[in-house]
């Protein structure tokens, strides 16, 4: 008997979250493991524009952007726990969907094609060591579907970690 989320999951995500399961074990080393992630959910998800993974640094205060792929980097490499809709999430420990970041005061704009948002804690230990942020650029591009299939690859992400965020 398949668990129920297995059954809800659309075709898409499953294939997806297995070839990232792969592409992960198979990679040398855990900074080319989370490349690969993050090029594998931008090639495989049109709504998935800009694809990132913040790191928390060892202080605890920061976010440090670790592997992106997108049209354009983001100046925003490093933000503080708390600040924007990355550092909410970070300090909620909770997936955060922004379907107009226009309406949302928290958002710290980084490109003006980006209309929403959703960004995914990684856990470690039952503590947030990072986060996946994806922008898109279609109101509402981002549901629960998302997030659960985003929280599973998160939960693929936590070892890979660098040690020096």
């Known amino acids: 008997m398949s668990h129920p989320v297995a059954e809800e999951r659309p075709v898409e995500h499953g294939d997806a979250l297995n070839l990232i399961r792969t592409a992960i074990a198979e990679a040398p080393g855990t900074e080319a493991a989370a490349q690969r992630a993050v090029e594998l959910l931008h090639g495989r998800f049109a709504h998935y524009d800009w694809v ?88 509402a591009a981002y549901d629960q579907t998302d997030a659960i299939f985003l929280e599973e690859i998160a939960a693929l992400l936590a070892p890979l970690r660098p040690r020096d965020a």
């Open 52 to 139: 990132g993974i913040y790191w928390l640094a060892p202080n605890g205060t920061e976010l440090v952007l670790g592997p992106w792929i997108g049209p354009e980097a983001t100046e925003h490499t490093r933000i503080p726990v708390g600040v924007g809709i990355c550092g909410a999430a970070a300090a909620s420990g909770q997936t955060v969907i922004v379907d107009d970041v226009d309406a949302d005061p928290r958002y710290l704009a980084c490109f003006s094609t980006t209309r929403s948002e959703i960004v995914v804690p990684i856990f470690a230990d039952g503590q947030v060591t990072g986060e996946i942020d994806i922008d898109g650029s279609d109101l």
